[in-house]
């Protein structure tokens, strides 16, 4: 059994902004599951200590510089059995908002000092000097708010194997030097071949340098990140950890038992392979909540997304817009919040066309079931995608996705062209550029397609047998700690 500290700053169901939450449980789940002793450890948000009623002070660590002993409180994962420490620093997360961000927008201005204390915690805790009396084998970290942990504890005698994983490159938590000062961390991090990057601070640097194997969420994403044109000035560093072999890409899975159309309490009829005629009633469902015509017949597409610009939105809307504007006889439903342009954009699109698509602003868990559900095809035109986890769940639900060919979403979606139509792999639609016009000739496309049931249906249970469960990744990722244990 090895011993896994997996750090990360959300995990669903105590706080999510995106699949890192998602990973975030279910990985550690997962792992549990091989008997292995994980435990996680994450801020101790307001949100978390509301939730959880039964946690216990386990540990009190003074922090240089910190005014005020940082508590680590104990409990466990809801609805399961992983043991979670949460890192209780009031100062710095026990307000209202987001994990990242103030209620009314806008990042929190003491980002960096709030995430330099989880990391130096996790840090503390890695090298057992946390008063936990427990020393994991491994610690994996998680994107840039975990970043400073690999490199505060990289030349420490009793250390853990390290591991960091990228779940979005294009969040690296840079500062100013005035900030590295302010943080009190060694100077020895202020070079190019430590935290500096280009003159700022690089919070996800300490974990691409210190840590002794990087991974990130599929392997597409695994190779663009080496590229100039993913890389964010950090290709260099990273191809030259791919090379040492010290660079992988493994596909995040589902939560099953989260995601699973058989069982799903939110959506009005469950189905499966077997039952498939009943995904209409979910459709017919979707449509009435949103005050479209309820008409089976009708393509209905969805969007559940973050509404930024890295999904491709914009590509989404001007293409249905034009297809709208041609007349075109399809619906379109989304949920999302994000960019105030872009909720604005999809509420004018939603008054010039009310009968053909529904808008809701907001993050809404049961809906976004209710959409994955009820929709014949899910868009998800990403400008980049390390993994993405809606193409996964609308597979599971016999939903095509229709993807832009790129990181995770390359690697799991098979595209409806007629050789893959023909050997009965084919799950989805893929398109190349990122252009309105590359999406819109993909739904002419996936319009034709609909015309023909007989083919539709076989792709829906194509889609729906695929396996992105857990199981395969989690034993790549124990593969991994073996490889580095030795
Ligand atoms: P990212 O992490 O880049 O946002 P992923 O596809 O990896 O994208 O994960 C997004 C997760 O967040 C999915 O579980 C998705 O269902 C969920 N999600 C995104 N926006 C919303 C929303 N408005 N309401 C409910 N769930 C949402």
């Not at 491994?138 to 708010?145: A, E, S």
């Not at 943080?183 to 690089?202: C, V």
């Not at 698509?357 to 929709?375: C, K, M, R, S, T």
Request: proline content about 5%; hydrophobic content about 40%.
């Amino acid at each position: 059994m090895r011993k896994i500290l997996f750090a990360s700053s959300e995990v669903h169901s105590l706080i999510k902004t995106g699949g890192l939450a998602d990973v975030s449980a279910s990985l550690p789940m997962a792992l549990r599951q091989h008997d292995q002793d994980v435990r996680i450890i994450m801020p101790a948000y307001r949100q978390c200590i509301e939730r959880l009623t039964d946690t216990q002070t386990v540990a009190i660590i003074k922090l240089d510089g910190i005014h005020e002993p940082v508590e680590i409180l104990q409990s466990t994962l809801p609805d399961s059995d992983v043991m979670l420490w949460l890192v209780h620093s009031p100062f710095h997360f026990d307000r209202d908002g987001g994990p990242y961000s103030q209620p009314q927008g806008g990042d929190w201005e003491d980002n960096a000092a709030r995430f330099s204390v989880f990391s130096r915690v996790i840090a503390a805790v890695a090298i057992n000097q946390a008063d936990l009396n427990w020393r994991p084998d491994i610690l994996h970290c998680n994107d840039w708010q975990t970043g400073l942990a690999p490199a505060l504890i990289a030349e420490h005698p009793h250390r853990p194997a390290i591991i960091f994983t990228i779940h979005n490159l294009a969040y690296q938590g840079l500062y100013s030097r005035d900030v590295f000062e302010a943080l009190n961390l060694p100077e020895k991090l202020w070079n190019s071949e430590g935290l500096e990057f280009y003159g700022l601070m690089s919070f996800m640097k300490g974990g691409l340098i210190y840590a002794d194997h990087i991974t990130t969420v599929s392997p597409s994403y695994a190779e663009e990140i080496c590229s100039y044109e993913f890389g964010y000035g950090l290709e260099g560093l990273l191809s030259y950890r791919a090379q040492q072999g010290q660079l992988t890409g493994i596909l995040n899975g589902i939560d099953h038992n989260e995601w699973n159309s058989e069982t799903d309490p939110y959506i009005s009829k469950t189905y499966s392979i077997k039952t498939i005629r009943n995904k209409a009633v979910n459709k017919l469902a979707v449509q009435r909540y949103f005050s479209l015509p309820e008409k089976e017949e009708m393509l209905l597409m969805g969007v559940v997304s973050r509404l930024v610009s890295q999904k491709g939105i914009d590509l989404a809307l001007d293409a249905v817009t034009h297809l709208l504007e041609l007349g075109a006889n399809i619906q379109l439903v989304c949920l999302g919040s994000g960019e105030p342009a872009f909720e604005q954009d999809l509420r004018v699109l939603r008054a010039r066309f009310p009968d053909k698509v529904g808008v809701d602003i907001g993050y809404n868990e049961p809906l976004a079931h209710q959409i994955e559900a009820g929709v014949d095809v899910f868009l998800m035109p990403s400008r980049f995608e390390p993994c993405g986890l809606n193409q996964l769940y609308s597979l599971r639900y016999g939903t095509l996705p229709i993807v832009r060919n790129t990181g995770g979403l390359a690697d799991t979606v098979v595209d409806a062209i007629e050789e893959n139509r023909t050997n009965n792999s084919a799950t989805g639609f893929k398109f190349e550029l990122s252009t309105p016009e590359a999406l819109e000739e993909t739904l002419y496309r996936v319009m034709d397609l609909f015309k023909r049931p007989r083919i539709w249906r076989k792709m829906m249970v194509t889609a729906m047998e695929q396996d992105y469960s857990w199981e395969n990744s989690a034993a790549s990722y124990l593969q991994l700690y073996d490889d580095l244990l030795d």
